[in-house]
């Protein structure tokens, strides 16, 4: 935006009771305790009736992320992030991620500018089967899925989907004209990030336009749907809570 130009007020960003999408020009950085050289934009928390948190820290050189009392998926956006937990030392590049499981020790830092997606969850164990361990990969390396037949949808699943992960996070690429073919009612919640082209979202009774940048959450039940537009692929990265029973 130039500066000096007002808006006048406009924005795409929305905020209902089932759902947010919340626009780049609306993004606010915040500190949070532990970090340094590093601010954040939290996209969903409690605060807003969500089960987990999502926000996008932004390093500068040096940057580093505090603990967490949760467990923790961190997505490199840009640059690179370097995890150490325990062990364990991993370079993430662009597309790189880590799972880290709650209490795990562990430093989360960036050697030059880098921007990455965290989201953290509370973890509920199941008796019987253990928890998760510490987790690493590149999203481009992990074989594709077509969940829906005839539609030129590609879903990767970053973590396995054993009963031991209580949340799912997967890339969902859409070719241009692609939809979902179907409006999905569900009991899960999702936090979405737009992290290549644009398309329709449709949420609860309301249509939006949505590009590369912008954060959706869809509160249990949302009704929800997509269509992509343009000449690149749509592509956007998604949370959602799985794998327990709803009354726990
Ligand atoms: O996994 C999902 O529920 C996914 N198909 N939802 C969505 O893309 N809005
Ligand atoms: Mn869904």
């Known amino acids: 935006m130039h500066s000096g130009v007002h808006n006048l007020g406009h924005t795409r960003s929305v905020r209902r009771a089932s759902y947010l999408l919340q626009t780049p ?59 150490d937990a325990g062990m364990h030392k991993h370079a993430l590049g662009k597309g790189g991620y880590a799972y880290i499981p709650q209490g795990a020790e562990q ?17 509920r164990q199941v008796e019987g089967i253990d928890a998760p361990e510490l987790l690493v990969g590149h999203e481009p390396e992990v074989a594709p899925q077509a969940p829906m037949d005839g539609v030129d949808l590609q879903m990767r699943s970053l973590l396995p989907d054993t009963m031991a992960f209580d949340f799912a996070v997967n890339t969902m690429t859409y070719e241009p004209g692609a939809a979902l073919n179907m409006v999905e009612i569900h009991v899960m919640e999702h936090g979405l990030l737009m992290l290549e082209g644009g398309g329709i979202y449709r949420l609860d009774d309301d249509w939006h336009p949505v590009t590369a940048g912008d954060f959706i959450w869809m509160a249990p039940y949302c009704p929800q749907w997509f269509g992509a537009l343009g000449k690149v692929p749509a592509k956007y990265l998604i949370y959602k809570n799985w794998n327990r029973h709803p009354l726990r």
């Not at 430093?107 to 973890?123: C, H, K, L």
């Open 25 to 83: 020009d609306t993004f606010i950085r915040t500190q949070i305790p532990g970090t340094s050289r590093a601010s954040v934009i939290v996209h969903t928390s409690p605060a807003m009736g969500a089960g987990f948190t999502q926000y996008t820290v932004e390093f500068e050189p040096g940057g580093v992320l505090g603990a967490a009392a949760a467990q923790r998926f961190v997505y490199v956006l840009e640059g690179s992030v370097a995890v």
């Open 107 to 123: 430093r989360v830092s960036a050697i030059g500018n880098a921007r990455a997606v965290v989201i953290e969850q509370p973890y």
